[in-house]
């Protein structure tokens, strides 16, 4: 079975400090994992994802995030944190069956950015 | 390239009464996705569609919930009889398949249902 916990449900950070958003997942399959950001009354937006390639991936935004295959994590993480980044954030893993795509979605981290 | 559109964006009803959500997926997208997301939750999938099969509903209270894909393109969501557990934000998501696929999903800004 597959799972995500996203270990933080609120993160507040001030404006141009680092921001991290923790993940941890659980997978039976080689998994691909993904961080979707929403804002208020959006859809979700794809931040970066990885696919088995490089551990360290670049997303938008100044975004970036690493998976850690032996600590089952894929933390998420910006230098500086800007007034535009307060929204919510997803982590999500996915594999690839027969049938279609398969998404397991984290409970969310609220991320809110003083100035 | 045209998103995923969705509508109507909000929708209020009393309490037994019926919804339908309506979905038009990205051009050659076979896979189409129904989530449920309420309020300080993550999304959960209700219903994925692969062309115009259903491929997984095991999370579709199918005692009020339905949907359909008829010609593999566009989709209707319907609730009936609402309850007010049932508010929430109805995403629609797709999905391109074939090795190109990675997983990403392209979603929709959603369906707000209010049930009073």
């Known amino acids: 079975a597959q799972s995500v916990t996203q270990l933080d449900s609120h993160v507040s950070v001030s404006e141009g400090t680092p921001v991290l958003l923790r993940c941890n997942y659980s997978s039976s399959y080689s998994p691909s994992l993904f961080w979707y950001v929403q804002h208020p009354n959006k859809g979700l937006q794809l931040l970066l994802k990885y696919t088995s390639a490089a551990t360290l991936v670049k997303g938008i935004n100044g975004f970036e995030a690493e998976f850690k295959k032996s600590e089952t994590s894929f933390h998420l993480t910006k230098p500086s944190a800007h007034m535009s980044d307060a929204a919510e954030y997803f982590c999500v893993v996915s594999w690839i069956k027969a049938a279609g795509n398969k998404l397991t979605f984290g409970g969310g981290t609220r991320v809110l950015v003083k100035p | 390239e045209a998103g995923v559109a969705q509508s109507p964006r909000y929708k209020i009803i009393e309490k037994r009464q019926s919804v339908a959500f309506w979905c038009n997926p990205i051009?050659?997208?076979?896979?189409l996705y129904w989530y449920q997301q309420i309020l300080g939750q993550g999304p959960k999938l209700l219903i994925q569609f692969q062309n115009n099969g259903v491929v997984d509903d095991s999370q579709l209270p199918k005692d009020r919930f339905s949907a359909e894909r008829l010609k593999g393109v566009d989709s209707t969501l319907k609730i009936q009889p609402a309850k007010l557990e049932d508010s929430a934000v109805y995403l629609c998501a797709s999905n391109p398949r074939g090795q190109g696929a990675t997983g990403e999903l392209f979603f929709g800004e959603g369906s707000r249902l209010t049930v009073l």
């Open positions: 051009s050659g997208h076979a896979t």
